[in-house]
């Protein structure tokens, strides 16, 4: 069964502290994953997207890592800021299908205290 | 900032009421989807579109039904809202690119049925 899976379920860190959250998943034939930023009432917003590929990939202070190997990527976020304070999703494509299904993890919610 | 549009973002309604949640892109893209989200949940496909006239079911059933007359615009209706439709709306569009494409998030409607 194609799963996506996450962790910690919720994150608090103090302002400027780094964090890493987890990201595991079954998803096969494996096509690329995606870390989604999601604030409070709005909408997911993207950060990365990595294909088989590519070990790292980075959008200002947010990391993301891949290994495909092991099925496992985490998302780093340096020097953290109150606004990093929201949902973050990972989202795994498989290549089973013309729509490039999606499945997504329930989310870490992160809040960051100043 | 992605230019996808949703309105209402907040409805409160009561059962047995129809009701239609707007979605609009400007973006051109020809895929668009609706998904459902319930709080600290993951993203549940309901619709998919791949271009005008085009309409499919997704993966969660929903009593829900859209379409799709113009690229721009794809609204979804309930026709008897039940309190058990209570929940986030997200649409969302992406380009019509195998696999890679990044889907664009509106800010989604909040829809509480009494």
């Known amino acids: 069964k194609n799963q996506v899976e996450q962790s910690p379920q919720s994150l608090i860190i103090l302002e400027g502290k780094n964090c890493t959250l987890q990201?595991?998943?079954?998803?096969?034939?494996?096509?690329?994953l995606r870390w989604y930023k999601q604030d409070t009432g709005r909408g997911p917003v993207s950060l990365t997207i990595?294909?088989?590929?590519?070990n790292t990939k980075s959008n200002g202070r947010y990391t993301a890592t891949l290994d495909a190997d092991t099925k496992q990527s985490s998302l780093h976020i340096t020097a953290s800021q109150l606004s990093d304070s929201a949902s973050y999703i990972c989202?795994?494509?498989?290549?089973?299908?013309?729509?490039?299904?999606?499945?997504f993890g329930r989310g870490t919610q992160l809040t960051v205290w100043p | 900032e992605a230019d996808i549009y949703q309105t209402p973002r907040y409805l409160v309604i009561g059962t047995g009421k129809k009701i239609t949640l707007e979605c609009s892109q400007t973006?051109?893209?020809?895929?668009m989807y609706w998904y459902q989200q319930d709080p600290g949940m993951e993203l549940h496909l309901i619709h998919y579109?791949?271009?005008?006239?085009?309409?499919e079911k997704g993966d969660l059933s929903s009593e829900s039904t859209v379409s799709r007359i113009r690229t721009e615009h794809f609204p979804l209706t309930l026709e008897s809202a039940r309190p058990s439709h209570t929940s986030q709306y997200l649409c969302?569009?992406?380009?019509?690119?195998?696999?890679?494409?990044?889907?664009?998030f509106g800010p989604g409607t909040r829809l509480l049925v009494l």
């Open positions: 973006m051109g893209h020809d895929k």
């Open positions: 990201c595991n998943y079954t998803v096969s034939p494996f096509s690329n």
């Open positions: 969302a569009s992406s380009e019509n690119l195998l696999h890679q494409e990044t889907q664009y």
């Open positions: 579109s791949y271009g005008v006239n085009s309409t």
């Open positions: 990595m294909t088989f590929s590519e």
């Open positions: 989202v795994v494509s498989d290549r089973g299908s013309t729509l490039g299904r999606l499945y």
